[in-house]
């Protein structure tokens, strides 16, 4: 797996705001996506990238968490019920691309703290899985999922 520290510019985004569980997580993500998406094809608005869950504020058990779900946009829209602007991350994280079904993102997850350890950075609590391809139509072998630590 390869792995790189980058320096990031943020973006906007629009974004579905959620409290949810490991075992909700995948319906309210999907949900969320929808909603976005459906929202910002109404307003006739091209996302610049792909749709991604940033997770903040997780237990320390993983268990449970506040996440936003999105995609980034070239410029603010209009907020309407349940969605809201926001950004993504600015400044330096870790990189590293994932290949398989997002059961087994721990793995990836693991390697990429190993290497934030190896390298003495520090984890600010807030990370990123931006959905390279769809679920819905991708054999679960060949789904990309870029997963970003920002340190």
């Not at 990238?49 to 968490?65: E, H, I, Q, R």
Request: proline content about 5%; overall charge negative; charged content about 15%.
């Amino acid at each position: 797996m390869n792995m790189e520290i980058v320096e990031l510019q943020a973006e906007p985004a629009l974004v579905y705001k959620a409290h949810t569980t490991n075992a909700k997580s995948d319906k309210v993500i999907a949900a969320g996506i929808g909603m976005v998406s459906d929202y910002l094809t109404q307003l006739g608005v091209q996302p610049t990238g792909a749709p991604y869950v940033a997770y903040l504020n997780c237990a320390k058990d993983w268990s449970k968490f506040d996440i936003e779900v999105g995609f980034p946009i070239a410029e603010p829209v209009a907020e309407t019920d349940g969605l809201f602007m926001s950004k993504t991350h600015a400044g330096k994280a870790v990189v590293a691309m994932h290949t398989g079904s997002h059961r087994s993102l721990n793995t990836t997850y693991g390697k990429m703290f190993a290497f934030m350890e190896e390298h003495s950075l520090a984890f600010t609590g807030t990370f990123y899985d931006c959905y390279l391809t769809d679920p819905a139509i991708t054999p679960t072998k060949q789904m990309q999922t870029k997963v970003i630590i920002p340190v």
